[in-house]
């Protein structure tokens, strides 16, 4: 696959062109797969990155404008990224490694009205 068919991302502007989108997941599972190699993925967890991508274009491919200056799989590769990236941080970001919360650990500050003594 060398370029990105035009007319593909039209027709997927339309979350029911079945079609469309079939030809699209067949062309672009192979390619999100290796990346998610790359990124160190294996198994289930390769899927279900693969499976968040598609998720989220379906969502972002009605108003997604092609760019003939821009490379849509350079794209792809940024959406992929992100969603990996996202799916690395830690769901609750005040808990530390071994579950317990960051912010219970830190001590209330003790605070003075300025005035008093």
Known sequence: ??????SLLRRLRSPIDQQAWERFVTLYTPLMNHWARRLGLAGQDTDDLVQDVFTLLVRKMPEFRYDRRQSFRGWL????????????????????????DALAEVPAPTIRPRWSK
């Not at 990224?81 to 071994?98: C, H, Y």
């Open 1 to 6: 696959m060398e370029t990105t068919s035009i």
């Open 77 to 100: 590769w940024t959406v992929t990224l992100n969603k990996w990236r996202e799916r690395r941080r830690p769901r609750d970001p005040g808990a530390t490694a071994n579950g317990a």
